[in-house]
Structures are given as structure tokens and as C-alpha cells.
């Protein structure tokens, strides 16, 4: 298949790839530009290991062409620290241990980042209700709610 | 500088030692992404990719394998087949040679490997896989054991059967007596790491694999058989997983095998990580069960005898059916003393994937069957569960012997229960859910109280070993490394601190370094709840002999008594003086004294006859309780689990912060066992829950909406474990038993609680409301 120019913006640095038209945001980032704290789980969209944001909002990155990405902004888990200081919800899962083998972790960040943002971590049911999209199977729904709500209090204050 | 120079010489404590909340050691890492699995290592140049061929049938002769299309396609560079197997076409991790890494001729499970494409990049060969073109002969296939005869069909192993008295006659005699039959459903894995394996070519012979795995050991002796060549050609290494959870106790030797055979064939560096649907055709569950049952009681509700069968599931080949089985009946006493009993076991050979491993390796399965004998008990003479419960718990100084004739010497479980029956009020909330009931016409609320008893050690008795290699270097800083992986369980942050309490230096002087054969040999699987009894004491007798040699130096060289080296936070007192542990390091490294030492350890006490189904096979037991209270839609099936509470114990626990998370984590894991995680086969004998589209885990959204988690402040190990801590990874897990019993008692409301729900596992949405609508019909009739 040809390949055809995409250019990423991704934490504020621009890319240039020469991919075919069918490699997915996620590959792009893990195989392309070794970007490998977005994780791929299910690769079917289900799991939301692979959460990332394209302008603010969250996606998932197996499921959207990294040619759809283009001319927008992309952040991924690595470039959501400012200056070597954790993002508050960074911080937040740090302190709460809400993760025990961390390979959902990144994506639950994403997701968190952004629940926070669309204004749904008003109660811990709110939580619970919009961070579902994204399995843990070490099963550390308690901290990882407990760390979104924290955030989202400190976001408040 | 030195980040010893920093370390606090006045320190009253170290930073980090036992018995402290320390954060998991990759934590800094996990939260920015950095943290790195196998998949997300740098590739050699050059790396290849490898994509299996699964079989499309359930149980055939192949007839014709046409792979001159997958030969031809774009980027294959070889398409592994049975014969391309070097050495023994075998993965079987007890011998038994009934696991061929690729079928030879013959298929016996739907989603089998056949074959192995090996391709420049993964996508590549992915897309070369569907060329295949294979012929099968079908053959006469059985894919649930519902239809078998536990006595007479064919088992994939010998079964086990443990007595105690004579159960038939205790039964017999008993004032009343019953018999049923209860499924309990397996179970995924879906670790969220998937399976990995990226094998290295060395020079000569040598190949290192980095695989997903939790026993390194018998990777490397996997592909060493597979390979032919010995295992000192060949170093397994594994820093961490995304999720292992059993899964990966065995599973992980296909994959490795298949990456070590073809890196050494065309000397480039292959990686094969198959994708979800793949992974979950392909790779073993949790075991399921039929239990049958048969138990003598009084009308009080005193069990006199118990009768039990335990058929389960295994799949096409042993794999560790033999021990899981084994399990299942070591534990269907769970806290209860069987005056009688005769328990069997029936390892039966299906034409699906081979079953494994799963947290609890068969015990949670023998507890179900316990507890289901309490709810029948319970209903025939129309008591609360929790009362027949408490009725026939063992005893601390009686009635304490084991179906295996191991006596329970640290029986703690009428105090979890007690004090977990008043912190969640259950008698206030029995009476308010009776009254909510009688009052609410569709919605039925239902409340349970169920206990777990968990025996600590393997089965296999010579697995209960670990060693562990320890350097101090001339700047006092720690290297540690030891035999068990971590796959978040935070073994390796547990063992860190021991060695830092063991040394008296502050946690961040200890590196914890990547799980490898080549450091640690001959290591037992990261199973069996084992990972810090074992691999802690091997780190601390590791420590203590380069400790000792230590104080045999400072004695000599400041001619002191042995008695009057002590070491401090960060320091050691010796005589009037006291000096920096790094500086008496280095001046014993001048005095040539030996600063690495290699630990061992072996768990005492334990011995186990399988033959005559007696010995001690446990260590000891770790207990716990929890208290669960559903809401169920007697319309729909429909449930929330409105509350949870936990009282569970890891002896003098060596890190709180860990072990809560270990049980929380494994009651969720528990609950979604026994309620939406359901594995079903079609009739051609394929699975269909083959991605989490269609197998359910737990949401956030499915946890408990109060979630109450203690973890028992008072107890500590009776025999001297690693600082009279006890294990974590299994016992939690059964706590999930709760749920279950909840629905069924939200579910025996529309019959008033005169009628046992026999509500089999998993206890989906739909099973709950067929079990409600048989009741009512019941209650009718």
C-alpha cells in the first residue's frame, strides 16, 4: 500500500511520518515514534489502555487513523508532566496507589485528565460511571476513583 | 555525589523498612509512562515478528496444511511447523508429554497452534496467517463436561481422593439428609498485558528471551527441551508484567519457545506477541467445575458427613490440572470442620484449551462447593446461612482436623467473623432488608456473610525453595535480586524491604533488579500466594550472611565482642563508635572480605502424601471475611452491589498500603468470577468470548458502591514467617463468595426463604433470573 505524509503534533513537537493510510494513531506513537506509554490492551477499543487526547478530548487511540490526527494537537501520557512536575492527576494516582501492575495506568490518567475536564468527577458514582471505559483487572477501582476525585477537588479549590 | 552521603546517620529509623507503607517501586513510573514491558523494549535491529496459525477445528486429523501462500506473501521470511521444532515438541510443565508446542497431525482443541508465521513485521505476518489453507478430518469432540461420567471418561491426570471417617455411613445415619449439583463457571485471565515473548540470539547456542512470564525457570527449561540445547545456553528474563494472575505461570512457554526456535534459525531477533482474541483462544483459564454433593446433618443444622465430586474442565492436556484439582479438594472444607468426608476429584479431558492457573489454583472453586453445602444446609432447616456457618467452623482445640489430615493449629476465623458481623452491623441490616423486602415488589435486596480459609504453601512440595542474590557495593549501595517476578503485586518493593530493615539502610540504598535465570537458577513459579515467604526469606538469609561477615570484621578489626556490632539506621555502633554503614563497607572491601552472598530457603514443616491423601501440605492458613448486600430487579436479573465489607488479615503485614490493595483488587476479581465473567463455547467447540466485547471484568462502575476494606490490625503468623507476615495474593480472592451468596439470598426472597436458589456461578444477569422464576414456579407448585 502507499505510504502518504502525516504530520503529528504531539506534546507540542511536530512529526513527520511516511505511513500507510491504515496505521493507527496507536502504532503510530509505539512502533513509529517510540512513544510506548500508551499501551495497547485489546487493540479493539474496548480495554482504553490506549486513551490519548487529540484537542483536549479523549480517544482511543487504536481506533483512530493517525492520519485523522493530523494538524491537531495530541497528548499522550508522556506529555502531560510540565517541567518535570507531575500533572495533578499524576500526583494524585501517585498518592492514592491506584494501580498495581500500571498497564492501564496511563490510560486511566488520560481518561481522568479528561473526565475531570468535561465536568464529570462530581461524585464518586459520577466517577465511577465515566472512568468505565477503562479496564483494570488488578481491580484498583477504589484508588483509582479515589485519585480522580482528589484531582478533581484540587482542580476546584 | 554519592546518594549515600545523603542517608540520615542520626536516624532513629531507616526509611522503608518493614512493617511500613511504602508506595509500589515503580510507581513514579507508572503514573508518567515509563515503566517498561517487554513490548515496549527497544527491538534489535532487524527484529522479526511471529504470528501463530490456529487450528479451525475442534478435535481433527489434518489432512492436507497448504502454506505455500502464507510462504509467498509479502515480508514472510518462515513458516514454523511441527517438524521445524529442533529438539522435543513438547511443553507439557509436568512431562507428561501431552503438549505439543505445534499440533503434529492431530488437533484436539479448537484455536490450537499449528503453525507459526514468521514475518518482518508483525502486521505482515498477521495478514500472511490468513493464507493458510488446512484440510481437517473431523473427529468426535466434547467440549463441556456436563455430559461426562466423572468416573469412567478420560482424565487428563490421575485424580485424588481425600477421607477422613467414613462419610457414606455418617451420611446414612445422619437425622436428614440431601444431594445436589452446582457449576461453577471459569474464568479469563485478561491480564491487561497480553502475552510476550522477544527472543535474542547469542553467540554459539546462547538465546535470551524476555518473556511475559511468572516462572522464568521453566521458560528456560521449556526452551531448552524445545530448542535441545541445555538450559545454560539459554537466560530468561522478566522485569515486570502488565497482569499475570496465573495466566502466566505456564502459558508463556509457546510463545517463548516459538520466538527461541525461530531466532536461533535465521539469528535475528523475534518477538511474538499475539493479539487479544488470539491470546484468549489459545491460552488457558481458570478451571470450571461440577461439584457434586451429598451431606448428613441434624435439624439444628450440625453437619455429620459431606460426600463430595469435584469434575472439572481441563482441556485437551494436563498442564497443571493435576495440582489445581488437587486444590479444589484442599479446600472444600473451607472454615468448616467435616466430622466425615470423602472428596474426588475428576481431571477430565475436553477438546477445548488447556486449563491453568488462575489466582486460587482451584481452592476458590472447593470453597464455592463448601459454602453451597452451608446454603442448603442453612435452608433445610430454615436458619440464617451465617448461623450454620458459625455452627460448624473448626475449632481451635477440637474439631480441627482437615479432610488431609492436617491439623489447623492457627484457627482465627470466629474473631474475623465476629468482629466483621458487628462492624457491618449484619443482624440490623438483616431485619431492614426483610422489611425492605416485604415492602418493595420488585426490587429484593439480599445479604450475605462468607468466610475463607486458605492454605499456604504449594502442593508440590519441592516448589517451597527461593534463592536470591545479593551484592553490597564499595559505596553501600544495595543490588537485590531474587527468583520471584513482579507483576503488581509488589513482591519486589516486599522484598526490598526486608533487605533494607536487614542492613538497617534506608529503602532507596536497595535496587531492585530484573527477574533472570542467570542470576537466580532454578527458581519456582511466582505462584501460590509464595512470592514474599519465599523470596523475602531468601533475601533476608542472603543478607544475614554478608551481615555476619560484616560483624566478624568489625569485631576483629576494632577488637570488640561480636556482641557489640550493632547495626544502625544507616550506621553500625561498634564498641563507643559509631561509623557509616557504606564506610564499614568499604573498609571490609580493603580487607578483602566477600560482599555478595547468594540466599536460600526452603519452607519447613510441610510434607504431603498424595497417595494416602494425608500429610501437611500447608504452612499455615491466612483467613478472612467479607459481607456483601446486592440489589436485585426480580424483573430483569439485574443487580448493583450496594455494599461490601472486608475483614481480612496478613499476619504482622510487611506493607499495609500493598496488601489493602491486594484485597480489594482480588474481591473484585472474585466478584466478577462468580457474577458476569462467562466463558461459552459454540457447538463447533469455539469459544466465543473471545475479546472484552464480548467477556465481561469488572468497571469501576461494578465495585461495591460503599466499599468497606480492614485489614485485621491484630493477628500475626503463628509459624515464623518472613516477620510473621502472611501471604496476600490468593486469599482475597474467594472474598468475592460473598456476592454470589447475596444474590442467592435476594433471589430465595421470592420463594420466602423456604426454597435454596441453587444459583449456580457465574451468576450472571440471566441466571439470576432464571433462578427467581424457577423459585416462583417452585413456591407455586
Known sequence: MTKIPVHLDINGRHHELQIEPRVTLLDALRERLGLTGTKKGCDHGQCGACTVHIDGERVLACLTLAAQAEGRAITTIEGLAREGELHPVQAAFLERDAFQCGYCTPGQIMSAVACIREGHAGSDEEIREYMAGNLCRCGAYPHIVAAVRQAAQEFAS | ?781
Open chain 2, 1 to 781: 555525589m554519592n546518594k549515600h552521603a545523603t542517608s540520615n546517620l542520626k536516624a532513629e529509623k531507616i526509611v522503608g523498612g518493614v512493617a511500613t507503607d511504602q508506595r509500589h517501586d515503580s510507581a513514579h513510573k507508572h503514573v508518567s509512562g515509563t515503566a517498561v514491558y517487554i513490548d515496549d523494549m527497544p527491538e534489535p535491529a532487524g527484529t522479526l515478528h511471529g504470528c501463530l496459525g490456529l487450528s479451525a477445528a475442534a478435535h481433527a486429523t489434518i489432512t492436507r496444511m497448504d502454506l505455500s501462500a502464507v510462504r509467498a506473501a509479502s515480508g514472510v521470511v518462515d513458516v514454523l511447523t511441527a517438524k521445524d521444532v529442533p529438539g522435543e515438541n513438547d511443553i507439557s510443565p509436568t512431562g507428561r508429554h501431552d503438549e505439543p508446542v505445534l499440533a503434529d497431525g492431530k488437533v484436539e482443541f479448537f484455536g490450537q497452534p499449528i503453525f507459526c508465521v514468521i514475518a518482518e513485521t508483525r502486521e505482515q505476518a498477521r495478514r500472511a496467517t490468513r493464507l493458510a489453507k488446512v484440510e481437517y478430518k473431523e473427529l468426535p469432540f466434547v467440549t463441556d463436561i456436563g455430559g461426562l461420567d466423572p468416573r469412567k471418561d478420560k482424565l487428563v491426570t490421575p485424580p485424588l481422593t481425600l477421607k477422613r471417617g467414613d462419610a457414606a455411613a455418617a451420611i446414612k445415619a445422619a437425622p436428614r439428609r440431601l444431594k445436589g449439583k452446582m457449576r461453577v463457571g471459569g474464568q479469563e485471565h485478561f491480564y491487561l498485558e497480553g502475552h510476550i515473548a522477544m527472543a535474542v540470539p547469542g553467540e554459539d547456542q546462547d538465546v535470551t528471551i524476555y518473556s511475559s512470564t511468572q516462572h522464568p525457570s521453566e521458560v528456560q527449561h521449556m526452551v531448552s527441551h524445545a530448542l535441545g540445547i541445555p538450559s545454560n545456553a539459554i537466560t530468561v528474563e522478566i522485569r515486570r508484567m502488565g497482569g499475570g494472575f496465573g495466566g502466566k505461570e505456564t502459558q508463556g512457554n509457546q510463545f517463548a519457545a516459538l520466538a527461541a526456535i525461530a531466532a536461533k534459525k535465521h539469528h535475528r531477533a523475534v518477538k511474538i506477541r499475539p493479539d487479544r482474541d488470539d491470546d484468549m483462544i489459545a491460552t488457558g483459564k481458570r478451571h470450571d467445575f461440577l461439584v457434586d454433593y451429598e451431606v448428613g446433618f441434624d435439624d439444628e443444622g450440625n453437619i455429620l458427613g459431606v460426600d463430595f465430586m469435584f469434575a472439572a474442565r481441563c482441556g485437551f492436556s494436563s498442564d497443571l490440572s493435576g495440582p489445581v484439582t488437587d486444590r479444589a479438594l484442599f479446600h472444600c472444607d473451607n472454615t468448616y470442620f467435616w466430622p466425615a468426608v470423602h472428596a474426588q476429584s475428576a481431571p477430565l479431558y475436553t477438546n477445548t484449551v488447556s486449563n491453568t492457573a488462575f489466582r486460587g489454583f482451584g481452592g476458590p472453586q472447593g470453597m464455592v462447593g463448601a459454602e453451597r453445602v452451608i446454603d442448603e444446609v442453612a435452608f433445610a432447616v430454615g436458619k440464617d446461612p451465617l448461623e450454620i456457618r458459625k455452627k460448624n467452623f473448626y475449632g481451635t482445640s477440637d474439631r480441627n482436623i482437615t479432610p488431609y489430615h492436617q491439623t489447623v493449629e492457627d484457627n482465627i476465623i470466629q474473631r474475623i467473623v465476629t468482629e466483621l458481623e458487628e462492624s457491618a452491623c449484619y443482624a440490623r441490616r438483616r431485619r431492614e432488608i426483610s422489611a425492605f423486602n416485604a415492602n418493595s415488589r420488585f426490587v429484593k435486596r439480599g445479604l450475605a456473610l462468607t468466610p475463607v480459609k486458605f492454605g499456604i504453601s504449594f502442593t508440590a512440595t519441592h516448589y517451597n525453595q527461593a534463592g536470591a542474590l545479593v551484592h553490597v557495593y564499595t559505596d553501600g549501595s544495595v543490588h537485590l535480586n531474587h527468583g520471584g517476578t513482579e507483576m503488581g503485586q509488589g513482591l519486589y518493593l516486599k522484598v526490598a524491604q526486608v533487605v533494607a530493615e536487614e542492613f538497617q539502610i534506608d529503602l532507596d540504598q536497595v535496587k531492585i533488579t530484573a527477574t533472570t535465570t542467570g542470576k537466580v537458577p532454578n527458581t519456582s513459579a511466582t505462584a501460590a500466594s509464595s512470592g514474599s515467604d519465599l523470596n523475602g526469606m531468601a533475601a533476608q538469609n542472603g543478607a544475614r550472611q554478608i551481615k555476619d561477615r560484616l560483624t566478624d570484621f568489625a569485631a576483629e578489626k576494632y577488637q570488640v565482642p561480636r556482641d557489640q556490632v550493632l547495626f544502625l539506621p544507616n550506621r553500625v555502633r561498634i564498641g563507643n563508635q559509631e561509623i557509616a554503614f557504606a564506610d564499614l563497607v568499604k573498609q571490609a572491601y580493603m580487607a578483602r572480605i566477600q560482599l555478595s552472598a547468594a540466599g536460600f530457603y526452603k519452607t519447613p514443616k510441610i510434607h504431603w502424601n498424595r497417595d494416602k491423601g494425608e500429610g501437611r501440605p500447608f504452612y499455615y492458613f491466612a483467613y478472612g471475611a467479607s459481607c456483601s448486600e446486592v440489589s436485585v430487579d426480580t424483573l430483569t436479573g439485574e443487580y448493583v452491589v450496594e455494599r461490601t465489607d472486608i475483614l481480612h488479615e496478613t499476619g504482622r503485614s510487611l506493607n499495609r498500603a500493598i496488601d489493602l490493595g491486594q484485597i480489594e483488587g482480588g474481591f473484585i476479581q472474585g466478584m466478577g468470577w462468580l457474577t458476569t465473567e462467562e466463558l461459552w463455547w459454540d457447538d463447533k467447540g469455539r469459544l466465543r468470548t473471545h475479546a472484552p466485547s464480548t467477556y465481561k471484568i469488572p468497571l469501576a462502575s461494578d465495585r461495591p458502591k460503599i466499599f468497606n476494606v480492614t485489614l485485621a490490625d491484630w493477628p500475626e503468623a503463628s509459624e515464623p514467617t518472613i516477620h510473621r507476615s502472611k501471604a496476600v495474593g490468593e486469599p482475597p480472592f474467594p472474598l468475592g463468595m460473598s456476592v454470589l451468596h447475596a444474590l442467592s439470598d435476594a433471589v430465595a426472597s421470592v420463594a420466602d426463604h423456604r426454597i435454596c436458589p441453587r444459583l449456580d456461578a457465574p451468576a450472571t444477569p440471566e441466571r439470576v433470573l432464571m433462578a427467581i422464576e424457577r423459585l416462583k414456579g417452585e413456591a407455586k407448585a
